[in-house]
């Protein structure tokens, strides 16, 4: 659990209300990871959203190849930017990596009670949702820029 005044920091969060603003601090914690730690690998289950406090972050996907498998950057994410919005999106599965570049603080929401929260309040959902949409629409076209490079 975190403080409510923790979220409130950041302008991701200003939409929401006091209560809505405690239920999700009761759901997240404050981690930190090290240089080059794979926060989130590609591939495998998606089980937490996070909101990028400190440090700074490498975005990257992985693509067949004849020779094997490639590693593509698709972008950075710097300190109040969110990443592994996978967590909220069926089918729950990371499509993306996440590297930390240095050292970097977080704040890691567990996603399946955000989700039975959004569903208790529709309201709450559609605005997390819009947001987290925005977001999604970033880091897809820093991914097709990059895939334009490669081709």
Same mark, same amino acid.
């Given at each position: 659990?975190?403080?409510?005044?923790?979220?409130? $920091?950041?302008?991701?969060?200003?939409?929401?209300?006091?209560?809505?603003?405690?239920?999700?601090?009761?759901?997240?914690?404050?981690?930190?990871?090290?240089? $080059?730690?794979?926060?989130?690998?590609?591939?495998?289950?998606?089980?937490?959203?996070?909101?990028?406090?400190?440090?700074?972050?490498?975005?990257?996907?992985?693509?067949?190849? $004849?020779?094997?498998?490639?590693?593509?950057?698709?972008?950075?994410?710097?300190?109040?930017?969110?990443?592994?919005?996978?967590?909220?999106?069926?089918?729950?599965?990371?499509?993306?990596?996440?590297?930390?570049?240095?050292?970097?603080?977080?704040?890691?929401?567990?996603?399946?009670?955000?989700?039975?929260?959004?569903?208790?309040?529709?309201?709450?959902?559609?605005?997390?949702? $819009?947001?987290?949409?925005?977001?999604?629409?970033?880091?897809?076209?820093?991914?097709?820029?990059?895939?334009?490079?490669?081709?």
């Amino acid at each position: 659990m975190i403080s409510p005044e923790l979220l409130r $920091r950041y302008p991701f969060f200003g939409f929401l209300s006091d209560g809505e603003l405690k239920a999700i601090a009761m759901i997240a914690q404050e981690v930190e990871h090290e240089d $080059r730690e794979q926060i989130i690998r590609p591939g495998q289950p998606a089980d937490f959203l996070y909101f990028l406090m400190a440090g700074n972050c490498s975005n990257y996907f992985i693509v067949d190849e $004849r020779d094997g498998y490639k590693e593509l950057y698709a972008g950075d994410i710097s300190p109040g930017e969110l990443f592994g919005i996978s967590a909220v999106i069926e089918p729950y599965i990371s499509t993306m990596g996440v590297q930390a570049n240095g050292a970097v603080k977080a704040i890691k929401i567990d996603a399946k009670p955000m989700l039975t929260i959004c569903e208790a309040d529709p309201k709450l959902g559609y605005s997390l949702m $819009r947001e987290i949409n925005q977001v999604l629409m970033g880091q897809l076209s820093g991914a097709m820029a990059q895939l334009a490079i490669v081709k």
